[in-house]
């Protein structure tokens, strides 16, 4: 199975499985003298880890552990291998899907491509893959901070529930990582709702990452918004993604989705950070459409591997919704690719400039 490594200078491959003994990264290309540490991943683990309110009830303490690439408390310039052991798996829960393909999860696809698939909750299809990207994310937030870029992102929708930020810091205190106390408290509720109708529910995720200098991406076919948005879309669970206005934009004319052009920049954003696949060092406007858990204890039409139809309900410990933790593996791609740009070896100008 090839397309397991990311990024083409800050470069992360992901190995291991959702019921294998443990899952990691290798990080290629991370420049030296970052200061890091366990704990400066592990903040970005917690807020992926289930276990929690309104998440399923594997209880992984995700712990990683640096095996490589850190001398003195610092990155030494080699590759940096992280590894978070599985501690909570139970497999016994899958062997009555094994034969059978569920709605929604990619066991037939995987079946038809590799002639083999690790139904034990999915293998690599699994979201458990993420928290290797989510570890490796953190790394590329240490590198960035170095460079004043900051990346963050909370939760804007869920189901019917839509809203505009209020509060980013509101978005650490609340469950669903919502950026709007009133929201966050009417998202609770609804996700209460559908776990107990035995359903589930998709939403969308804001990420905004301030920061960046202008003249990041090439303007043909390695747009810094197409490497985002191809970033974003390896996520499991995304269907969509919009950069500034988006979708919106289709209906706005011309006169007003332009962004006019001032001594400082520019006087507004549609753009979402980026003209013509180059960043213009106005902050990365960023929406992620994530799907519905397609794993739901209504009964679903479906067929075995012999081909024979029949109908499932997947029960067992599983998310209502992939939010609030898709959160910070949204944050780890954006993280990621942003790092990887930042490496890249033409010269750019720094922040403030005019021109």
Known sequence: MAGNTFGRLFRVMTWGESHGPALGAVIDGCPPGIPLCEADIQDDLERRRPGKKLTTARKEPDRVRILSGIFDGVTTGT????????????????EALKDLYRPGHADRTYEQK?????????????????????????????????????VRAGTVALGPI??????WDEALRNPVFCPNPEAAR?????????????DSVGGIVLVIASGCPAGL??????????????????IGAVKGVEIGSGFRAASMPGSLHNDPVTPD???SNNAGGVLGGISTGMDLVIRVAVKPIP???????????EGQETTVRIEGRHDVSAIPRIVPVCEAMVLLTLADFMLHPYPMRRRGSTV
């Open 79 to 94: 590759p940096i291998s992280l590894m978070i052991e599985n501690k909570d798996v139970r497999s016994r829960d899958y």
């Open 114 to 150: 590799y002639g083999i698939r690790d139904w034990r909750g999915g293998g690599r299809s699994s979201g458990r893959e993420t928290v290797a990207r989510v570890a490796a994310g953190a790394v590329a937030r240490k590198f960035l901070a170095q460079e004043g870029i900051q």
């Open 162 to 167: 839509h809203c505009d930020p209020t509060d």
């Open 186 to 198: 009417a998202m609770e509720e609804h996700l209460k709702a559908v776990k107990a109708a035995g």
């Open 217 to 234: 991406g090439e303007p043909v076919f390695d747009k810094l918004d197409a490497r985002l948005a191809a970033a974003l879309m390896s």
């Open 265 to 267: 920049g520019y006087a």
């Open 295 to 305: 794993s739901v204890a209504v009964p679903q039409r479906t067929v075995t591997r």
